[in-house]
């Protein structure tokens, strides 16, 4: 039976179609996607979005219509999912990290081991950077269950893109619930502050500025790598830092700052560490985007998972609506959009085949 998704509800971007083939791919159910992205300046698919129905069409020997750039009405039948090899170059700096969260919901459930060489944009606006991908969101997945090795090759920064990451993913046969209610004492803060093309007082100044705010607030013994990367091949310059915290409990809350143009660097600095003590003062466990990015898994975990959220987002509400009606689960939720909330599902218990 094929499930008609709305592109359009609540924020109407692509994180409706990319989670909606997602969970197609991982279940084999068959999905139409219509008004894709409607909510956007240029409705209808881009290159990374592309990129994702074609992966996802290869790796479960599915068929798709609608497959072009532009289009907004996607028709997507896959079969069992494969392992194996695969390259995937998006060809833009669309964000290597977006396309790997519509991949990884259905290689865990591949045939056999998958590896993925990624080409894109690891460090691009509106997009988790790939350090938060690496140090947040990897070390909830493996709470689930699931193993996921990443190597950054090589950093891409917008509009060039050319960044590449390698991906190994182990298959599992049911993925475990998630629960995480309770925030405990902060322990450790660190990071990755990087600069590209750039002077290497940039890289520096980040973290510095980092460090500064983080101190100003309490929070000592902060420790931030600097990854100063003068050339070594990169297409084009760019900054970055990803700051994470890292509780008794074994919780990690993930920020993230850019850079840009005629940005200080002092400013990346201080809005990645402004952003994380807001984090850490919601005293939740979950941060607001790791919040949306565990929704399909706990929707396809075996048992109940439960998370408080430091904030409900229109990308987590979306991602709910999308894991219910293909996967017919029911979400309970405790708070408002905007604000902290507790997050429920009992899981569709969705197993490889």
Known sequence: MLVEIDGSIYEGGGAIFRNSLALSAATQRPVKVFRIRAKRSKPGLRPQHLMVAKALTRMTLGKATGLAIGSQEVIFYPQRVLGGSYVLDIG????????????????????????????????????????????????????M???VHLKLLRRGHYPKGGGICEVEVDPVNVLAPILRLERGEITRVSGVAHAVRLPKHVVERIASSAEDALRRHGIEGVEIKRDYRPNRGHLGPGAGIVLWAIDDLGNVLGADALGK?????????????????????????????????????????????????????????????????????????????????????????????
């Not at 290597?96 to 080409?119: D, E």
């Open 92 to 143: 833009t700096a669309g964000s290597i990290t977006l396309l790997l969260q519509a991949i990884l919901p259905a290689a865990v459930f591949a045939s056999s081991k998958v590896k993925l060489k990624v080409i894109g944009g690891t460090d691009v606006p509106m997009a988790p950077p790939v350090d938060y991908f690496h140090h947040v969101f990897l070390p909830a997945l493996r709470d």
């Open 145 to 147: 269950g699931v193993i």
């Open 261 to 353: 143009r005629g940005k200080p660097s002092e400013q990346v600095g201080r809005e990645a560490a402004e952003k994380l003590i807001k984090e850490i003062q919601s005293g939740c466990p979950v941060d607001r985007h790791l919040g949306d990015m565990l929704i399909p898994y706990m929707a396809m975990a075996s048992g109940r998972s439960e998370i408080r959220v430091s904030c409900l987002t229109l990308h987590t509400l979306s991602n709910i609506a999308v894991a219910e009606k293909i996967l017919g689960v029911s979400f309970s939720i405790s708070g408002r959009e905007g604000a902290p909330a507790t997050i429920a599902v009992e899981g569709a218990a969705i197993r490889r085949s």
